[in-house]
């Protein structure tokens, strides 16, 4: 079984985001599982494993911006 996280572009440029796995309880990977490259106004549908915990994280894009990364717990 797979979760689906969907992920919206909504600013004005191409966005790069990664998902990062945690290879143990407080513990996270350093090298994406998975990465997406989304559009402006694109979105994607990504499915995970059942029980997956880490973080997403844009790769791309100011330092400052409003929102770079999620944890999933």
């Known amino acids: 079984m797979a979760?689906?996280?969907?992920?919206?572009n909504r600013s004005n440029s191409s966005?790069?985001?990664?998902?990062?796995?945690?290879?143990?309880a407080y513990s996270p990977s350093f090298e994406?599982?998975?990465?997406?490259?989304l559009q402006p106004g694109e979105n994607q549908s990504v499915e995970l494993d059942n029980g997956w915990e880490g973080r997403v994280q844009k790769l791309t894009g100011a330092s400052n911006d409003p929102a770079t990364w999620a944890e999933i717990h």
Do not use: L, R, Y
Request: no cysteine; aromatic share 10%; hydrophobic share 50%.
């Open 32 to 37: 994406p599982e998975k990465s997406i490259e």
């Open 15 to 24: 966005v790069n985001v990664a998902f990062f796995k945690n290879v143990a």
């Open 3 to 8: 979760n689906t996280i969907n992920v919206i």
